[in-house]
């Protein structure tokens, strides 16, 4: 596969699981970024990670609790969620602000629709 | 912080019909300016994107954008939209002075093309 990538598409869980999103980006990016689309708001950013690092945490709960082991792979751990965490959770990538370069593009994957009951 | 505004949240038009969506932002300093498109069950692609030069932008499927610094404004336009372009558009901004590369989003506008 091309692009970015993310599973499971779907995911319905209660507020007392564990699951994990997965993301894998296949175009060599060095930045991955997990946003948050809501009904009727603004895409959230919610982390952002440059060469697996971790370099953005817009106060998300701890609720969620990202892990990149590499710069082509980024997890979302959910745990004791809430209902109103239901929303797409959109993964991105880039290839990340080197020295001098004047730009920086975000591809993003197709999302995982998540509902908590 | 930055943030992002689209005045229009629903555009109906007819097949044909010109298109302008407004977008603006808050800070004055140097930024990437993007619109991204969103097709019913699809993922966010990227329409085009302006971070220098000409600021009139030329992007895929014949839409274009004007970067008008003065007015912190980044409006999208297309001069005959068609019943395949109903979807949901996008404008984001990253601040290149701070070096974040995260985007900061409008909250969309629905456009519904009627044939």
């Known amino acids: 596969e091309t692009g970015v990538t993310q599973t499971p598409r779907h995911l319905v869980m209660g507020m007392t699981n564990k699951k994990s999103l997965k993301c894998e980006q296949h175009?060599?990016?060095?930045?991955m970024y997990w946003y948050k689309q809501s009904a009727k708001k603004p895409l959230e950013l919610m982390f952002v990670y440059n060469l697996k690092e971790q370099t953005e945490n817009n106060s998300v709960p701890s609720r969620f609790s990202p892990e990149c082991p590499n710069s082509s792979h980024l997890f979302l751990h959910l745990h004791t969620l809430q209902p109103e965490d239901s929303a797409l959770y959109l993964c991105?990538?880039?290839?990340?602000?080197?020295?001098?370069?004047?730009?920086?593009?975000?591809?993003f994957g197709p999302g995982t629709r998540l509902t908590v009951l | 912080a930055q943030s992002v505004s689209q005045h229009n949240h629903h555009v109906i038009l007819s097949e044909a019909a010109s298109l302008e969506l407004g977008c603006n932002y808050s800070y004055g300093g140097t930024v990437n300016l993007f619109w991204y498109v969103q097709y019913p069950g699809q993922h966010l692609q990227l329409l085009l994107k302006?971070?220098?030069?000409?600021?009139l932008v030329k992007g895929i499927k014949g839409f274009e954008a004007e970067f008008i610094k003065s007015k912190f404004s980044f409006n999208l336009r297309k001069p005959s939209v068609q019943w395949s372009d109903t979807a949901e558009y996008f404008c984001?901004?990253?601040?290149?002075?701070?070096?974040?590369?995260?985007?900061?989003f409008g909250s969309g506008t629905r456009l519904q093309v009627q044939p």
């Open positions: 984001a901004v990253s601040d290149m002075d701070t070096g974040r590369r995260a985007l900061t």
């Open positions: 302006y971070f220098s030069g000409d600021p």
């Open positions: 991105a990538s880039s290839q990340g602000l080197a020295s001098g370069a004047l730009t920086d593009t975000q591809y």
């Open positions: 175009l060599g990016h060095n930045a």
